[in-house]
């Protein structure tokens, strides 16, 4: 049990503030926030974050405010798309020639349908997760998968502004 008063609040840690202020304390003694992703929400196929279970393309942490991936990949200008993907997967340019190349032809609003365009694109459509005992591969759509995300729900942004706030609201 925790010993001093404390309150839960289900929401983005970049409004920590703004949930404070509305309770009316100016400082606390600690903040918890929760920076990862859990096992469930990816194997959740309907939440859109896996790339081995089809699912709508959604990969919204909060599924009651934003725009889905699926929106986002049909809205999104070509240089943005290609800074993020760079930025926040490391991925290759011809990664985001083939999103491009496949929206322009049809949405993409599936998770496997996503996932087929990057294998294809990085010619492992016969990828395996365990290829022999012993060895583990990363799925060629991990990366895309991962920028995407983190784009979709500002996930840096977030960050960078708890920890600009984050201390002004701690108790020495």
């Known amino acids: 049990t ?5 309150h839960l609040h289900h929401g983005n840690f970049a409004g920590v503030a703004q949930v404070l202020g509305s309770l009316g304390i100016e400082r606390v003694d600690a903040i918890l926030a929760d920076l990862g992703m859990s096992s469930m929400q990816v194997d959740d196929p309907s939440r859109g974050f896996s790339y081995s279970r089809d699912g709508a393309l959604d990969m919204r942490m909060d599924r009651t405010r934003g725009v ?5 990949l049909a809205e999104i200008k070509q240089e943005e798309l290609a800074d993020a993907l760079h930025r926040y997967g490391d991925e290759r340019l011809g990664d985001r020639a083939a999103i491009v ?6 949405a993409i609003t599936r998770t496997a ?13 016969g990828w395996r997760l365990h290829p022999r005992p012993g060895k583990w591969n990363l799925h060629p759509a991990a990366r895309t998968f991962q920028a995407l995300r983190i ?10 502004n708890l920890l600009r706030v984050g201390p002004e609201l ?3």
Do not use: V
Not at 113 to 125: G, P, Y
Not at 154 to 159: C, G, H
């Open 151 to 160: 784009l979709l729900n500002r996930e840096l942004a977030n960050l960078e």
């Open 101 to 106: 190349e496949a929206r322009g032809k049809e």
């Open 170 to 172: 701690l108790n020495p």
């Open 68 to 72: 889905t991936a699926a929106r986002l």
């Open 2 to 6: 925790i010993g001093h008063p404390h």
């Open 113 to 125: 349908q996503l996932a087929r365009i990057i294998q294809e694109a990085s010619r492992q459509t």
